[in-house]
């Protein structure tokens, strides 16, 4: 008996110890499209998911989905979007660090710092992007292309940029 529970013990120890550390990120819908394709046989319907997924700490993805059903497109865009983690910069009053702008095809962004108790002053899947990133107060404008997918896209560039700029300056 005292074997056994000796044995129980040093388990859960190890267990404790090797045990993965589960990051919780939440994850939005930005998304659900209806997508056909004709072919000589007819028209075949699938869906395309676009999904946000972030830690609301200083990590954010952009994932794409496409299935015949529309939860499989979900979760194929929410694997994809954590494989495209990125790291956002911070400062102490959770806005980024400097003046920043992405684009991507027609879409381009423009992101500025603003004082603590502004909130996020954006709209759109910009929003999504940086409330799900941390960031609480900046304001963003979207200009050019109304695309969801671009502006989120453009919108991870910026911070990207963003990233090499804070890199270069250590």
Known sequence: L????????NQAKFEQKNSPITIKYKEKIL????????TK?????SFRAIVIVGDEKHKVGIGVGKALDVSIAI????????????QVPLTKSLS????????LGAARIRLR???????????????TVLELGGVKNVLGKQLGSKNLLNNAKATIKA??????????GK
């Open 2 to 9: 005292k074997t056994s529970s000796k044995l129980k013990k």
């Open 31 to 38: 998304q659900i499209k209806r997508v056909t394709k004709v």
């Open 41 to 45: 046989g007819g028209k075949k319907l």
């Open 75 to 86: 979760e194929k865009a929410i694997l994809n979007a954590k494989k495209n983690l990125i």
């Open 96 to 103: 980024i660090p400097s003046l920043t702008s992405g684009q």
């Open 113 to 127: 710092p603003t004082a603590i108790g502004t909130g996020v002053i954006a709209g759109g899947s910009v929003r």
């Open 159 to 168: 911070l990207l940029h963003l990233q090499e700029k804070t890199e270069i």
